[in-house]
Every structure is written in structure tokens, then in C-alpha cells.
């Protein structure tokens, strides 16, 4: 008898420790693969779109030509690029507007009223984010764009993109085209293909070119 009244309250905790971790792991799965991390999965649409081959892409394909540090603009003095607020848009789009015969789509229109309607309205635009790490790593731009567009000439292979060789130093586009691909030529933001950065590809593009490897650089 003692045996089965033992048994009880085991079995109860049992239970709720059973209950509590399956909790928790459906929490993690969810948050996981509903914004999964760098280049596993699509990028998210955005409340409003935003063509990097009409503002990024070269002068000479129809784009604008806007270099990234333009609307990223802590990208070269932080840890995160950050993205631009509503006031940065109508620094250009206070002249292309909807008001006025830019030769725009009507659909295009619509958009760039919508960009002026948020800054009258003071409201911001809440961006989805494309690019997520993990919580436990961090990545640190700064450090990052000042190794590839600064110091001597030198040629290093990142492994990364198509893994040839690259002449160092880069423009900061350039620079930032290494992770994130040729983003002025993207429609919509996506990861490289075939490229989701996990730890390995860190570790042997700081193998490659000499950076430490001590992992309270990247781990918090």
C-alpha cells in the first residue's frame, strides 16, 4: 500500500513536469519558424513594399543608385544597420509624389502616398524584419564593414556567396552584398539562396581571414 501511495504523487509531478516542457517547447517551435533565422526561410511580406532594384539598383538599369548607408545609417557605427524611419522617405519623396506626373504606375502611386500619408499622419512604418540570429549570438556591422572597406589591399576567399576570391578593401555596398547577396538587384529581400550563415560559415570566415574566434565575441 505504501508503494501505490508513493506512486500518486510522483505520477502528478511526472505529469505537470510533462505538461510544462511540452509548453515550452511548443513556445520556442512557434516563435522559431514563425520568424526563423538568417536565410532559412522567406522573408516576410512588408506593410508596404519597398523595390531595392528601384532605390538601390544602378543608375544606369533604371534604379537610383542609393548607396546602402543612406537609408541604413548606423550600419557603419553599430551593431545594427537599422532601417530608416518614415522622415528619411520623404527626404526624396516629398518631390515623387503622388501629386506629381513622375510617370509612376498607379499602383506605385498609391504606395508612395502611403509612405507620405505615415509621415503626415506621424506614424511609423512598423518594417518586417528579414534578417533574424538567434537571441544567444550577436552581430556586430560596424566591425564587420570596417574589416572589408578598410586597411591594406589584400585578397581574402569568404565563404560566403560564390566563395571566389575577393580584393579587399570594398565599397561598403559591396561589403554588405557579402551576407546579404546582391540586394539592389531584389525585388523583395530575400537570404542568399542556399546560404543561412549557421556558426560554421562564421567560424571559417574568421579562420579565413585571421579574426578571432573566442566565442564571447559572438555569444552573449
Not at 83 to 109: M, R, Y
Not at 204 to 212: G, Y
Amino acid at each position: 500500500m505504501k508503494l501505490g501511495v508513493n506512486i500518486i504523487p510522483l505520477a502528478l509531478v511526472g505529469l505537470v513536469v510533462t505538461i510544462i516542457v511540452a509548453f515550452l517547447i511548443y513556445v520556442l517551435a512557434t516563435s522559431w519558424f514563425s520568424n526563423a533565422p538568417f536565410g532559412l526561410s522567406d522573408a516576410p511580406p512588408q506593410p508596404i513594399p519597398f523595390p531595392h532594384t528601384v532605390h538601390a539598383g544602378s543608375v544606369e538599369q533604371g534604379g537610383a543608385g542609393i548607396q546602402c548607408e543612406f537609408c541604413h545609417r548606423n550600419v557603419t557605427k553599430g551593431a545594427a544597420a537599422t532601417v530608416p524611419a518614415v522622415e528619411n522617405c520623404l527626404f526624396c519623396h516629398k518631390q515623387i509624389n503622388a501629386e506629381n506626373d513622375t510617370g509612376e504606375t498607379s499602383a506605385n502611386v498609391e504606395q508612395i502616398q502611403r509612405v507620405v500619408d505615415k509621415y503626415h499622419d506621424n506614424n511609423p512604418i512598423n518594417w518586417e524584419r528579414v534578417h533574424r540570429l538567434p537571441d544567444h549570438a550577436r552581430f556586430v556591422h560596424e566591425a564587420h564593414i570596417r574589416f572589408l572597406t578598410q586597411g591594406e589591399s589584400r585578397i581574402v576567399t569568404l565563404p560566403m556567396g560564390d566563395e571566389k576570391p575577393q580584393q579587399l578593401p570594398l565599397s561598403i555596398g559591396e561589403a554588405c552584398s557579402v551576407c546579404h547577396g546582391n540586394v539592389a538587384g531584389m525585388i523583395e529581400v530575400q537570404p542568399q539562396e542556399g546560404q543561412s550563415l549557421k556558426m560554421g560559415t562564421c567560424l571559417d570566415c574568421h579562420r579565413q581571414t585571421n579574426a578571432s574566434t573566442d566565442c564571447t565575441i559572438c555569444h552573449k
